[in-house]
Nanobody, 122 residues
Framework: VQLQASGGGLVQAGGFLTLSCAAS????????VAWFRQAPEKEREFVAG???????YAVDSVKDRFTIYRDNAKKTVYLRMNSLKYEDTARYYC?????????????????WGQGTQVTVSS
């Protein structure tokens, strides 16, 4: 499986974006998928994830603003980001992992996309 992230861009604070993570090759529906982000000079952090069964989890800083969902028929996972803040500025990466893990935010992900830049102007 290969992942292609897209949908990033420049947006004003308070605006919205929807990121897409499209998979190609292999079986996708049995993978957990997550979005991570990395801002300049900061470590990569988990943002939101969705299990193969559809269970979702997002970190506290985004859970009321971001929604993760998947369309297995299109082999795509989306991250809808509302009410964007300056501090959401980062490069966003999607990742997929196979196998069963109980914690979607700390499990290992073996497949990574190339990332898409999100820049929020204040």
């Amino acid at each position: 499986v290969q992942l292609q992230a897209s949908g990033g861009g420049l947006v004003q604070a308070g605006g919205f974006l929807t990121l897409s993570c499209a998979a190609s090759g292999g079986t996708f529906r049995r993978h957990d998928v997550a979005w991570f982000r990395q801002a300049p000079e900061k470590e990569r952090e988990f943002v939101a994830g969705i299990s193969w069964s559809g269970a979702t989890y997002a970190v506290d800083s985004v859970k009321d603003r971001f929604t993760i969902y998947r369309d297995n028929a299109k082999k795509t996972v989306y991250l809808r980001m509302n009410s964007l803040k300056y501090e959401d500025t980062a490069r966003y990466y999607c990742a997929a992992g196979s196998g069963y893990y109980s914690e979607i935010d700390t499990r290992p992900y073996e497949i990574w996309g190339q990332g898409t830049q999100v820049t929020v102007s204040s």
